[in-house]
């Protein structure tokens, strides 16, 4: 590692550094705005000026942008140089002078970059007294306020927008001194990364507009290490809350997962927990059929009958966490519980963890699909099911333009030199989708279809790089296929991506096939199976005897009483008529769950639990890594986690075989139980984990303010803040937040860096790993060999039936998630139901696009507005899995359909803002 002297100090650095990154991984004050560790240099704002000497005998020196800056060894320069110093100062004056001195107001105070950097500086007063120059401000969706008076000109929003996340709705316009970054019009941000702008820009142009209708100081905030329930990558969250209501989610920082950006179902999708569906009190169905709230003594009472009774099944979920699954298969017994994974969806994900179970294949991280030098992406729509996937494989086919830039001799860093260089130039990502994705753009090459006929390109590609494989020589000769191919084939990291959400055993069979030619030619291949929700995979390896089917089954035959659901609406997971049947023939429905749904309306017994911000767990994600999420803040009522709900009950009951008292205590048992998770325990430190000095961790800042105002309305004298038992965290700001391992940051701070800019302060190296690692543990790792799994079926093509239309599932980013469609701003993005047809069989229906068409399976009709897409094979019908109002039925089924003259479109949430202008 070279050795430079920055002020007469040696500091090794890392080879091919900048300057910039260097100091600042070094633990250097260096100021900056448009360098960001994510997206490298271009050297545009002038603010980290040093001073760069020639050897040690140059007293002189010259100025020097450190972002611009290669690092050598033996390199001197000065950051505390005069020169350099009142460069800076100037710099920041400049930038200044056009800026409105609104920081009382502005969203961002307390924890802006350009406050920070301005008190780096020693630029405390302005001398400028002319007129600043002002523009109007767009309306840019739900998501973000837009106020471009606060602008400085560092380019990061359209670098990131445009360069880094994809997106071509944003813009600079203009010249000079009078550049605006926005869009063209009014009108929504339509990247599903758009909300990543609030942590980019280093001032307050771009701030979280749910947040603002409630606005609280980023230090009067209490936060916790959380991660995202939003889908099942598991990327790294902080919640924050303020008067017991979950006020907004940033980005925590993981190398290995999600790094810097969330999408924006993460980031504005868990509004939910503040729903006018939460339910604070237990309660009990009348005769007259309504609800009447209870104490929980009493509600402990009725479920402890209904446990005692014996003649009980257990549902769980794959929204619930690892524990509450857990205990709930303990007290029903494993022969009595189904993990509530839909039947057709939990013999795809038993599929998927049996291919990983096998340790054939790298079960890549996000950083590692980041690296990948070719990507077949086989059935899964990942800019909907998975967004920040989507992300990384943007990253992806960057890669090209590394690899010519090193020849040519253009630091990594040096962001306009590598992208100039490469003209466009794309590594290698062929996608087989059942319509076009929002990826298509990066795809060297894409291919529409069926699922079975997306499964027959998967074959053949195995097919064609070891002809040992089973494949459909009539595909051998397409482009695509011979283009994939090819490109796996030369790859040194080739990656192929699939999973459940084409609904296909075949699709995922195709992709590990894939994946085991490429093994068997020798190349370090790396298979990514996605799954749709937060711990799929978690409920998955806490398997019962029943599948929902099988549990409808057995209450609706009287085999069982009762039933205990935790946190699932089996009305998304089978037929709804089906369910409807079981529930109505169940003696007791007892229903745990953190919203009202269809299936709490018909319990006789509802119990309030506590969402992801008001309990601890464990979630287990698309990598098989295990990650455990903290309580934010101390639910209203008699709100509770689902397991001690549980726990509760079987003490209550007379069981003793359940006597867990504390979380770690059901980590330990379930460790102990289950082979697959016997890594439990190390996902995280216990609760009696303290880093130094024997205290906890404050989830409030040091400056946190309000404790007596808050509650004055109740007592003038400030409560005694709770103990909090079950993690070492504390409900108050006394505490240390410094030392403690990575999976206990609650919130990131430095001196003298107020912003989300200090997590830097955290890592091992600026863009690196966290001090300590990275959190989670993988369960499976496919790094120590296995025997790579054969298929020799291959399914036939795609055949329209004689009679009505397949039914093919589609997801939306922004509606297909049942929790964080509960969120306003998401909702307000997410669409109008609808369903897509072939041109051809539209026009044999005599529809149009925007027409209705009446969709019949069985005795259930629905009626849909129609889109067209030449993509959809004839004979089928997409629909919108899981948006409220659209079929909750597997896709596959036979349905009919006809035009019907009367429908009305239903607007959408945004359409009727728009409508109502």
Known sequence: ????????????????????????????????????????????????????????????????????????????????????????????EWLMLNHPHDCPVCEEGGECHLQDMTVMTGHTFRRYRGQKRTFRNQYLGPFLNHEMNRCITCYRCVRYYRDYAGGTDLEAFGSRDRMYFGRADDGVLESEFAGNLVEVCPTGVFTDKPFSVTYTRKWDLQSAPSVCPGCALGCNIIPSERYGRLMRVHNRYHGEVNGYFLCDRGRFGTGFVNSDLRFPHAGVRTEDGSFEAVTEDAALERLSEVIRDGSVIGIGSPRASVEANFVLRALVGEESFSNGIGDADAKLVQGALEIMRSGAFRNPSMKEVEAADAVLVLGEDVSNTAPRLGLALRQSVGNRSLEMAGPAGIPLWQDAGVRGHAQHQLSPLFSATLLPTRIDDIATATTHGAPVDLARMGFAVAAGIDSSFAGPSELSETAFVRGAISALSAAERPLVVSGIGAGSEAVIQAAASVASALKDAGKDVALMLNVPEANTFGAGLIEGSLSVEAALGAIESGQAKSVI?????????????????????????????????????????????ASFAESEGTYVNSELRAQRFYQVFEPRGDIQPSWRWLVKAAEHSGRNDLGWDHIDDVIAACASAIPELSELRAVAPSREYRADAHMKIPRQTHRYSGRTAMH?????????????????????????????????????????????????????????????????????????????????????????????????????????????????????????????????????LSVAAGDGVRCEAGDRALSFEVKLSDHMPRGAVGYLRGVPGSWSIAPGGPVTLEHDPDFVPRRSASENLIARG
């Not at 790792?781 to 298929?791: E, F, H, K, L, V």
């Open 712 to 844: 004055a309305d109740v007592n003038v004298h400030e409560p005694k803040a709770t103990v909090d038992e079950e993690s070492p965290f504390s409900f108050s700001m006394e505490g240390l937040n410094a030392g403690q391992s990575s999976a206990l940051i609650p919130y990131v701070w430095s001196p003298g860096w107020n912003s989300n800019q200090s997590v830097m302060r955290y890592q091992k190296e600026v863009g690196g790993a966290l001090l300590g690692g990275d959190p989670g543990i993988r369960l499976f790792d496919g790094r120590a060999g296995g025997n790579a799994p054969r298929y020799g079926v291959v399914p036939r093509p795609f055949a329209a039936a004689d009679a009505g239309f397949t039914l093919l599932a589609l997801d939306h980013v922004f509606g297909s998630d049942e929790l964080t469609m509960q969120s306003p701003p998401i909702a307000e993005r997410a669409p109008a139901p609808y369903v897509v047809l072939n041109p051809g069989d539209a026009e044999r």
């Open 1 to 92: 590692m070279p050795t430079i002297y920055v002020d007469g100090q040696p500091y090794e650095v890392k080879e091919g550094e900048n300057l910039l990154q260097a100091c600042l991984s070094a633990g250097l004050d260096l100021p900056y705005f448009c360098w960001h560790p994510a997206m490298g240099s271009v050297g545009a704002c002038r603010q980290c000026a040093v001073i760069q000497y020639q050897d040690e005998n140059d007293e002189r020196g010259r100025l020097a942008m450190a972002c611009m800056t290669a690092v050598a060894q033996g390199a001197r320069f000065s950051i505390e140089a005069s020169q350099a110093k009142e460069f800076r100062a100037e710099v920041i």
């Open 565 to 609: 659901v935790l946190e699932n609406d089996l009305f998304r997971r089978a037929d709804p008529r089906r369910v409807e049947k079981a529930l109505n023939a169940a003696a007791n429905v007892v229903a745990i769950d953190v919203l009202e749904n269809d299936t709490l309306e018909r319990g006789t017994l509802v119990l309030p639990a």
